[in-house]
């Protein structure tokens, strides 16, 4: 009801400009009401579903000031930021509900950015490339994926018995978040209307941008899987530079020629080189072959 209340005295003011406070405020006396809710109940005899609810709302109200203040993309950013929160107070505070919040509103987020075509209705192109809205909607709500499932890795974070856990969900939805921004700041790049499109065998050079791309993020992503011994990573990346070897092969060369033939040929040759070099010590490594440290760290996740 304050809050209500407060964003309509605001806009009756005319101080649209200024319309984020109002949670911010809220959000502040929430979390006083908080402490001395905490203060008021000894530790062994707390009601932790009022807890949940006074420190859930609190967080609510900072992160909705990001939508309020702003438009479009920002909402999906502020349910971003509000599901690492939830999750930051989740390992805090074991509530299943906040288990709940926190992945649902994760997995809507990745819904919205990753499998909805509106979002490039939303706003037109800006003149500017590659630092934009997308880099920036994108980025966020991978990055707060990331740290909701760094929050979630040593909980019980298992949201129903036959699902995974979120804290290996997550990851693998914002890889996908970063993957579709690479390939969405790369269509913005060459596009020329006031809406982005993905389109191949219009450009040589933007099909052999989505080939390097592509090639670059693999490799990436097989770094990581090796520093962070994530096995399923590193079959992803494999998987990604074998799909983009034979686009390479069977796609890009047909349009090129001459020295320039020759030069992607002798670089790819390279890349999977040192890919295969790397599969066979890493990927394809037998159990008994593995590290003690990559043994420690499966034993400790299972």
């Not at 505070?93 to 939303?122: D, E, K, M």
């Not at 978040?177 to 993905?198: S, V």
Request: proline content about 4%; hydrophobic content about 55%; glycine content about 8%.
């Amino acid at each position: 009801m304050a809050f209500v209340a407060g964003r309509d005295a605001f806009l009756t003011a005319g101080l649209q400009w200024m319309i984020g406070a109002v949670p911010v405020l809220l959000g502040a006396i929430t979390a006083l009401l908080l402490r001395a809710l905490l203060r008021l109940e000894p530790s062994g005899q707390r009601d932790t579903t009022r807890l949940v609810v006074v420190a859930g709302m609190a967080l609510a109200l900072v992160t909705v000031a990001i939508p309020l203040q702003l438009d479009h993309q920002w909402v999906t950013i502020g349910w971003a930021l509000e599901g690492a929160a939830l999750a930051w107070l989740y390992q805090r505070v074991p509530h299943r509900g906040l288990l709940a919040a926190a992945t649902g509103l994760l997995v809507v987020v990745f819904v919205r950015l990753g499998l909805n075509p509106s979002i490039w209705t939303y706003e037109p192109r800006g003149a500017l490339r590659i630092f934009n809205w997308y880099l920036y909607t994108y980025a966020i709500a991978a990055s707060s994926l990331f740290a909701a499932a760094w929050f979630l890795a040593r909980t019980d974070d298992r949201p129903i018995s036959w699902l995974p856990r979120a804290s290996r969900l997550l990851p693998a939805l914002a890889t996908v978040l970063l993957f579709l921004l690479l390939n969405i700041e790369i269509a913005d790049y060459y596009a020329t209307g006031p809406a982005i499109t993905f389109r191949f065998g219009v450009r040589v050079s933007q099909d052999l941008t989505y080939t390097i791309g592509w090639l670059a993020f693999g490799m990436i992503l097989l770094g990581a899987g090796i520093y962070l011994h994530n096995r399923p990573a590193r079959v992803a990346a494999v998987s990604l530079i074998a799909l983009t070897a034979f686009k390479c092969f069977l796609y890009d060369l047909a349009s090129l020629g001459g020295l320039y033939r020759v030069a992607s040929l002798v670089g790819l040759a390279i890349a999977l080189a040192l890919v295969s070099l790397v599969l066979q010590k890493y990927v394809l490594a037998r159990p008994g072959e593995s590290s003690s440290r990559e043994k420690a760290e499966g034993k400790r996740q299972n």
